[in-house]
């Protein structure tokens, strides 16, 4: 079953470019791999959605080298509304109609002016 | 309509009452789901519901109790519950069991603040 690993916290200035990256070893051949941005006590926002290589949105990219055992979530020229926790969730199938759907303890990011 | 509501927005409630968290999408999702937060920490998965028929119920406690009338709503019914059941109640929803496809993920209400008193 895969299970991700992300940093705890990441600090970042304004106006740089931020790369967060989450470890899923145990990565399944239909799993997707989807990160979240979530602000204090509302729920989680979907920010982009991969499979392999590369993928590209208005707010971010998602990086997905070939054995898909990692990825990393690119955020351009951050801004302080960027302060926020992120994570990487991948959907598991267990079996028998079964759904690991975990998310990992996720990245606080804080965006320094 | 791109969203998820949950009502209500904030709840307290004594360790002997019956109360229900509800939460409603018109987006055509077919997947809905229940996950509970504590300060801090990630969305704990609670419950799961695959059209209409729950897929996944993660070893949650029967003072917890799901209920899904049909494909745009989903209910939580809460009784004699604990302190320690206190949290962050989200609820989401997708267009398929794995929030994979060309739905993109899931989309999340804005949550419903429980506090057990």
């Known amino acids: 079953l895969a299970k991700t690993t992300q940093p705890i916290s990441m600090d970042s200035y304004e106006g740089q470019e931020v790369n967060i990256t989450c470890s899923h070893n145990?990565?399944?051949?239909?799993?997707?791999i989807t990160w979240y941005q979530q602000f204090p006590s509302q729920g989680p926002r979907f920010i982009i959605q991969g499979y392999k290589t590369k993928v590209t949105n208005e707010v971010a990219s998602l990086f997905i080298p070939a054995d898909r055992k990692s990825s990393t979530l690119s955020l351009p020229r951050v801004s302080l509304s960027d302060t926020a926790v992120y994570y990487c969730l991948v959907g598991t199938y267990s079996g028998a109609g079964s759904y690991q759907l975990t998310f990992g303890k996720g990245t606080k990011l804080s965006v320094i002016p | 309509d791109t969203e998820v509501t949950q009502t209500p927005k904030h709840l307290v409630m004594g360790m002997t009452n019956k109360k229900s968290l509800k939460c409603e999408q018109h987006?055509?999702?077919?997947?809905m789901y229940w996950y509970k937060q504590k300060a801090k920490k990630p969305p704990e998965l609670m419950f799961v519901y695959s059209y209409e028929k729950l897929s996944i119920n993660e070893s949650v406690p029967s003072r917890f109790s799901p209920e899904c009338p049909n494909s745009s709503l989903l209910n939580l019914h809460l009784h004699a519950l604990q302190p320690e059941d206190s949290a962050l109640y989200l609820c989401a929803s997708s267009l398929g069991p794995l929030g994979t496809g060309s739905g993109g993920g899931y989309t999340f209400g804005s949550g419903t603040r429980l506090t057990v008193v």
């Open positions: 987006m055509g999702h077919r997947a």
């Open positions: 145990n990565i399944a051949t239909n799993d997707y």
